[in-house]
């Protein structure tokens, strides 16, 4: 008995949808669009925090110095980094090989440096510290230290900009959630009125049917699985449509000017069935109000 009623609101949901298949279509498009909107910004901020956790997973430091410094001044600097623990000096980049790395980085706009008259970058000195080894305190002791030596200009850590560049993600989190809320609302309130039409434009079979002894759940199933059907359908879409846009950037996008260990990922397998099934729920939640309005009157 279960299998036949099962058939029976398939069957009912199915011409449902193709007898109002335009209304159904605007929906979809409408959904597609407001889950596409918030799915790429689940995507932005997914990379944003994969590149924060690569780049602040090796704790460096670049001294900068002021001209070229001189063999004495750079032993001295050495020395005074080894009293320090869990340091590792990785190498010392000329003012040279500092404009030929970054020509290198440039590729083909490599012409865009021909005009200078001198090389405006500076020399420095690459050092690596093991986390296990360090606190949080032990980089800006070493900071404030080697900005005493004299030929020292600036010494910059990773972790310094990887702190505020976690303040900028924790207000890009809160500015998700609002913005997220709002999204969700907007594909409720398209659910909602295109289930409403729907139903309104079947108002005499809805009255025949109680008549005949329907209940009221009877009723509204094929409507609750027909908001499901239009709510994965948005999802399904708009995550395609996002997944091809990130196909066409990874191979057109130039992440070659200084972040070369950079990649773009996609949305884990785990987070596209949470999508999708969020987008579900939304379908069924906007069916639910919907019907409830309907039965109400």
Do not use: C
């Not at 995550?239 to 996609?266: E, R």
């Amino acid at each position: 008995m279960k299998i036949t009623f099962f058939r029976y609101f398939v069957r009912q949901t199915l011409a449902n949808i193709f007898d109002n298949r335009l209304v159904h279509l605007v929906g979809v498009g409408t959904m597609v669009i407001a889950f596409l909107i918030f799915d790429a910004f689940i995507l932005v901020f997914v990379n944003l925090n994969h590149w924060t956790e690569e780049w602040g997973r090796p704790l460096t430091m670049s001294i900068y110095f002021k001209g070229t410094p001189e063999r004495v001044v750079l032993e001295s600097i050495e020395k005074e980094l080894l009293h320090f623990p869990g340091v590792t000096i990785k190498r010392f980049i000329s003012k040279d090989d500092a404009m030929e790395t970054l020509r290198r980085q440039l590729g083909g706009k490599a012409g865009l440096l021909d005009g200078l008259e001198e090389n405006p970058l500076p020399a420095s000195l690459e050092i690596i510290l093991s986390r296990d080894k360090t606190g949080d305190s032990l980089p800006y002791q070493m900071k404030t230290r080697m900005e005493t030596i004299d030929g020292v200009d600036e010494v910059q850590y990773s972790q310094e900009w990887i702190k505020r560049f976690q303040a900028i993600m924790e207000a890009i989190k809160l500015i998700g959630i609002v913005f997220g809320g709002l999204l969700f609302l907007a594909a409720l309130f398209v659910i909602t009125n295109t289930i409403k039409l729907t139903i309104y434009s079947r108002k005499d079979e809805i009255e025949i049917l109680k008549l005949v002894g329907a209940t009221n759940r009877f009723v509204k199933i094929p409507f609750l699985i027909e908001g499901s059907i239009q709510g994965f359908l948005g999802g399904s879409l708009a995550l395609i449509i996002l997944f091809l846009v990130y196909i066409t950037a990874i191979t057109k996008v130039d992440l070659g000017i200084g972040f070369a260990s950079l990649d773009i990922i996609f949305l884990s397998p785990q987070f596209t069935l949470f999508l999708l099934l969020m987008s579900i729920i939304i379908g069924f939640i906007g069916s639910t109000i919907s019907l409830g309005r309907f039965f109400r009157t």
